[in-house]
Nanobody, 122 residues
Framework: QVQLVESGGGSVQAGGSLRLSCAAS?????MAWFRQASGKEREGVTA????????YYADSVQGRFTISLDNAKRTVSLQMNRLKPEDTAIYYC??????????????????WGQGTQVTVAS
């Protein structure tokens, strides 16, 4: 069983920045970040390939968020800039891609972190 431990998150004013990190207990995992706002379904934010480092982003965060993977530290990070109130959600780290259909689909990951709250005040 792979363990994912998230850190970071918190509260920030609109326009501000936050950084999330997720440490995995195993190597070579395709990893991603998802978020779930209150009353909404979990949605994919960004993903990164462990093979070639290719990054994938949801349209809503393209140009504002950046995912990075440190294979040596087994850590994936999410730098979030120019945050908006609509970015408020619980953010989840995910790993262990099950298929290649969509890297931003929550159904496509085997392992999940416990989630960390991000709140953006207007």
């Amino acid at each position: 069983q792979v363990q994912l431990v998230e850190s970071g998150g918190g509260s920030v004013q609109a326009g501000g920045s936050l950084r999330l990190s997720c440490a995995a207990s195993a190597d070579g995992l395709n990893m991603a970040w998802f978020r779930q706002a209150s009353g909404k379904e979990r949605e994919g934010v960004t993903a990164i390939s462990s093979f070639n480092g290719k990054e994938y982003y949801a349209d809503s965060v393209q140009g504002r968020f950046t995912i990075s993977l440190d294979n040596a530290k087994r850590t994936v990070s999410l730098q979030m800039n120019r945050l908006k109130p609509e970015d408020t959600a619980i953010y989840y780290c995910a790993a262990g891609l099950l298929g290649l259909t969509s890297r931003l689909s929550p159904d496509n990951y085997k392992y999940w972190g416990q989630g960390t709250q991000v709140t953006v005040a207007s």
